[in-house]
Nanobody, 123 residues
């Protein structure tokens, strides 16, 4: 079992920045960790993922060059630095574990999920 708790969401103006955190407990020797987001009426969208070592990182097309994922294994925490935020980034952001290291962008390949944190970007 893995428990995930996201934090750091909030309201920010367009062009601003936020940093999300995802603290893991339980079975923490997880492999890939990912961030997804879901806006009202839309499907859950892949944002970013990172391998255990941090040597493999990949991003969704809509956030490349603006969002950056990192992890601190000593703290069992994954971060998502979000810069140059746009109103279309408004969503609930979820972190999730990919225990088998599939390196996937599909939500169905992730095993455990946090409760989500709301990010709202005003224009």
């Amino acid at each position: 079992q893995v428990q995930l708790v996201e934090s750091g969401g909030g309201l920010v103006q367009a062009g601003g920045s936020l940093r999300l955190s995802c603290a893991a407990s339980g079975r923490t020797n997880t492999n890939h960790m990912g961030w997804f987001r879901q806006a009202p009426g839309k499907e859950r969208e892949f944002v970013a993922a990172i391998s255990w070592s941090g040597g493999r990182i990949f991003y969704g097309d809509s956030v490349k060059g603006r969002f950056f994922i990192s992890r601190d294994n000593a703290k069992n925490t994954v971060y998502l630095q979000m810069n140059s935020l746009k109103p279309e980034d408004t969503a609930v952001y979820y972190c999730a574990t990919d225990l088998y290291g599939l390196g996937s962008t599909l939500a169905s390949d992730y095993d455990y999920w946090g409760q989500g944190t709301q990010v709202t970007v005003s224009s």
